[in-house]
């Protein structure tokens, strides 16, 4: 348990950092609440939850990015459709799953003590590669952090950068269901960066 909680805080410190330079607070929200849809399709398809999460939120994080391009509605607006669509779906989904039972408790509000050691070893990799990912685009993410159009002037390729850190947030978002729950990943991903501006 102690093993699964440390491998999710070292991936969820950094990259919440950004999440909140960014404010984009919502957006780790909705990728959340889609991931009980995705933990369904991870079960129907017969994938495993985990990686119906992840398909899940990369396949959200790249229509939020399509959909971000419009401006019909405000991004706010967007992420809260998108959110609370995915997330009754999910759970209307889930009632009809007769053959399968999931336990919505557990992945509602997470199940730390409840890790079996291939989830350990997901959450190590999962965690390992989003910080080495995230190492590797720091420079041009804190330069578009701070100024976009002027990072953009310098040679960033700022939709490619965008696009890779909404994927990590995917892959963190996925990673940590089990141990945090839908409900609470957000808080873990922005209440310690938030804690520690203080």
Known sequence: ALAGGL???LAAGPLGSFVVWRRMAYFGDTLAHAGLLGV??????GIGEGFGVLLTGVLLALLL????QQKRLPGDT??????????????VAAAFLEQVRIDLNAWLFGDI?????????????GGA????????????LLAMTVHEELARVEGVPVAAVRLVFLLLIALVVAVAMKVVGVLLITSLLIIPPAAARR
């Open 7 to 9: 491998g999710v805080a």
């Open 40 to 45: 369904v399709l991870g079960v129907l398809a």
């Open 65 to 68: 990015l399509a959909l971000q």
């Open 78 to 91: 967007v992420l809260g459709i998108l959110a609370h669509t995915a997330l009754s779906l999910g759970l």
């Open 113 to 125: 003590l409840a890790i079996a050691p291939g989830e350990l070893a997901w959450i190590w990799a």
């Open 129 to 140: 590669l989003a910080l080495g990912v995230l190492a590797l685009i720091w420079r041009p």
